[in-house]
C-alpha cells in the first residue's frame, strides 16, 4: 500500500517515544529482512517485523495503529538473536503495546452487549477486555 511520507505524516514524538520506552535506536534497521524470515509468527501478524521497523522510521503512527503484529508477537526473541544491526525487536513491539495501553481505551463496550453474551460472560473475562485487549 502507498504511503505518504511528509511532515504532515511523520509523527516524530510518538518515535521518539518508542525509542525511549525501548530503549532501541530505530534508526540502525537496515530494512534487510533478517528478522521477518526467522519470525514464527509471520503468517499471522499484518504485517511482518521489518515493515514494523520501516514504518517507525518514517513515523507513521496512524498506519501501525490497527496492525496486529504487536498483539500477536510472542516475544521470542527468533529475530533479535538474528538481526544483522542488533535491536532487540521484542522491546520495540513492547513499547508500541505500552504506548497503546496508555491511551485506556477500552476495546469492549457493555453497551454494545447483547443480554445472552452478557449471562454467559464471565465478570471477569469482561473487565479484562476493557482493558487488556485495548488496540
Ligand atoms: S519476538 Fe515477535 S517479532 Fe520477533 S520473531 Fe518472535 S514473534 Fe516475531
Ligand atoms: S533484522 Fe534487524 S536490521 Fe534487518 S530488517 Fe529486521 S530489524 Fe531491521
Not at 25 to 39: D, H, I, L
Not at 118 to 123: A, H, K, S
Request: proline share 6%; net charge neutral.
Amino acid at each position: 500500500m502507498a504511503r505518504e511520507i511528509s511532515k504532515k505524516t511523520i509523527k516524530d514524538q510518538w518515535r521518539r517515544k518508542i525509542m525511549e520506552i525501548s530503549g532501541e535506536n530505530v534508526y540502525k534497521c537496515m530494512q534487510c529482512g533478517t528478522c521477518t524470515a526467522s519470525c514464527p509468527m509471520n503468517c499471522d501478524v499484518d504485517a511482518p517485523p521489518r515493515a514494523v521497523m520501516a514504518l517507525i522510521q518514517f513515523g507513521q503512527a496512524e498506519a501501525l495503529d490497527h496492525l496486529n503484529t504487536p498483539w500477536v508477537c510472542a516475544s521470542c526473541h527468533m529475530c533479535d538473536v538474528r538481526c544483522t544491526r542488533g535491536i532487540d525487536i521484542p522491546r520495540v513491539m513492547e513499547a508500541l503495546r505500552q504506548i497503546k495501553l496508555r491511551e485506556n481505551v477500552d476495546h469492549v463496550e457493555p453497551s454494545n452487549l447483547q443480554p445472552e453474551e452478557v449471562v454467559d460472560l464471565p465478570t471477569i473475562a469482561m473487565v479484562a477486555g476493557m482493558r487488556k485487549f485495548t488496540s
